[in-house]
């Protein structure tokens, strides 16, 4: 090999080399600020179509699983108008039976009758004043919600539906009690198949609101369980291995060093023709 000052093939080498090494040693450093094994998409296509594609996936889950703990928070609200409501047709039924009995005269039937009116009052009042989203939920409106707890569009994998049919109306009037009086011994004895009938039909709306509150529960267990595994899923394939980059950004750095000392090495080479002039 002859020795030339024109082009350094040594240098040459080793700045390529160098080079090579700045970009691995750059990359690893920028694995492991990031936490992520694919910061561009040179790292790995594919895997990072995958692993976009999982976490589109995941962030939807995580919306569909607070969808869910909302449309309990919905029920809930449903449920707590309707304990009320159960809480003073039960105080109703109560004072109809005190009434009914020959053991109190008019007089006081007339003041039992007062506090009668005044809860038949107070379930139309909460009734219509059980509201979620401006919508009514115990006065006779048409109740149908949709919650979406899924990541797609698919009506039967991705919603859930609630509808409690049958009659909604929990107003006196609904419950077929508004014209429940205890000022006579008979209308209180009479009052007591109406109120009856009455409790039949709240508590039978009760259970359909409990059932759809337990279906949402379960639906949050298993969605939350589905988005935990998926993101286990996308970690294995986008996260680093902070253990390997480490490794990594060790060798390369110390291959960085060495190219810097052999390219050092090899910019020495053109100065023996200098001396080669020098001894002539």
Sequence with gaps: MGLTIMTNELALAAQRNLNNTSFR???VIQHLASGSRIVRAGDDPAGLAISDNMNAVV???????????DGISLI????????EINNMMIRIRELSTQAASDTVGDRERQMIDNEVQQLKAEITRMARTTVFAGRELLSGSNVHFEFQVGPNNDPEKDRVIFDPGGNTNMTAEGLGIDGVTVLQKEGAQNGLNSLDSALNTLNALRARIGAAQNRLQTTINSQSTYMENMSAARA?????????????LARETIL???????????????KLALQLLRGG
Excluded: H
């Excluded at 809930?76 to 304990?83: I, K, L, R, S, Y």
């Excluded at 294995?236 to 990594?248: C, G, L, Q, S, W």
């Excluded at 960085?256 to 053109?270: F, K, M």
């Design 25 to 27: 040693l750059d990359s």
């Design 236 to 248: 294995r394939i986008k996260d680093a291995d902070m253990a390997v980059e480490t490794t990594n």
């Design 256 to 270: 960085r060093q060495t190219g810097v000392a052999v390219l050092t090495q090899a910019n020495e080479t053109p």
């Design 59 to 69: 962030r939807s889950m995580g919306q569909a699983i607070r969808n869910a703990q």
């Design 76 to 83: 809930q609200v449903f449920e707590g108008g309707t304990t």
